[in-house]
């Protein structure tokens, strides 16, 4: 069965049964984009609702988690991070080939450049960086406890096991020497910050396409793509943020070197990192500089990846060798802050 089909005949009989309400002929509509887990817009009756699978077929072990997404959305319904109702997790592979959940469709903006060039003003534009924002600090300030997430990952040690995870992973898919990401990876560990104990939902992928915003007003409705959340240091998600905006806008990256953000109203990662400790009671983030560099240094191993799947000819993004390119001159502009 192709990732692009769903057997609907099949999948309504069992969404009859498990989704109170839900009635009528369903057609199934794939999205475009190039997400991991196939996506699927649903349609029965007048109902709308999102579907997510597992891809068919061997994967690897821990990827493709798509009951760790039902979970996790499902624990923060009543908190104040926006994430849509949930309604259903099957992990019958026989009803359309591969585990999948439904969950609530929204109608909203996914905004992908974050120079915002729909904005109809500086104002709105501060007002959706500001929503970002306080969306990020209300999931790092979810008690995990409280709502039932505290096995959610391994607490403790969050930077030096992503520092082990993404150096295996680069050396899988080394095609070259690049002298850059020799002295990151012998600088990381070197300078590797102590641990300070807080642990903190992290969203992984945290970033202003992964936000669905109200069609009219500049509040986020929804934070998705829960693929790669976990228990860890929530720095990592605000300096993934962060570092992702010193990059040039090239190669399917949305950066914004060059850019004067106070004529657009965009505030200064000063400003945005003040406000997010403001948020979150700190007083403060010590050692800055090194998780951005992580941050890049993790950002190239993922698109050293992309590159050895292009060459092998089974990426997924026909602009996989444009990523691919962004490699060294990445983990460059990573060296340049360590000197």
């Known amino acids: ?31 475009a984009g190039g997400q991991s887990n196939p996506t699927f817009k649903l349609t029965a009756g007048n109902q709308h609702y999102v579907l997510r ?22 624990a923060l319904r009543d908190t104040e991070v926006p994430v849509p109702q949930t309604y259903v997790l099957c992990e ?10 439904v969950m609530e469709y929204l109608e909203g903006r996914i905004l992908w450049d974050p120079t915002l060039p729909e904005a109809s003003s500086n104002a709105e534009r501060a007002a959706i960086f500001d929503s970002m924002n306080s969306t990020m600090a209300a999931l790092h300030n979810v008690d995990v406890d409280a709502v039932g997430l505290s096995d959610y990952g391994r607490p403790g040690n969050y930077f030096e096991r992503q520092f082990s995870r993404w150096s295996k992973q680069y050396r899988a898919s080394e095609t070259e020497n690049i002298p850059a990401m020799e002295k990151l990876m012998d600088y990381l560990p070197a300078n590797m910050p102590e641990d300070d104990g807080r642990v903190s939902l992290v969203h992984g992928d945290y970033r202003l396409d992964n936000l669905m915003f109200h069609a009219t007003e500049p509040r986020a409705i929804a934070l998705l793509d829960w693929e ?19 990059l040039p806008g090239a190669g399917g990256i949305a950066g914004m070197a060059g ?12 400003e945005y990192i003040a406000r997010y400790c403001e948020r979150t009671g700190r007083d403060g983030i010590d050692n800055w500089n090194f998780y951005i ?36 001159p990445l983990a460059e502009l990573a060296t340049s802050l360590i000197d």
């Open 1 to 31: 069965m192709s990732t692009q089909d769903l057997d609907t005949s099949k999948l309504s009989e069992y969404l009859t049964e498990h989704i109170p309400g839900f009635a009528g002929t369903l057609t199934a509509e794939k999205f």
């Open 53 to 74: 699978r597992k891809p068919p077929g061997e994967l690897l072990k821990s990827a493709h988690a798509v009951d760790r997404e039902f979970r996790v959305i499902s």
């Open 92 to 101: 019958d592979e026989s009803v359309i080939g591969s585990m999948f959940y």
């Open 228 to 246: 790669l959340s976990t228990l860890g240091n929530p720095l990592a998600d605000l300096a993934n943020q962060c570092m992702a905006w010193m």
């Open 293 to 328: 560099v992580f941050s890049m240094f993790r950002l190239a191993a993922i698109l050293q990846g992309v590159l050895k799947r292009a060459e092998q000819g089974n990426a997924s993004s026909p602009e996989a060798r444009a990523k691919g390119a962004l490699v060294k």
């Open 259 to 270: 850019v004067d953000r106070g004529a657009l109203g965009i505030p200064t990662d000063e």
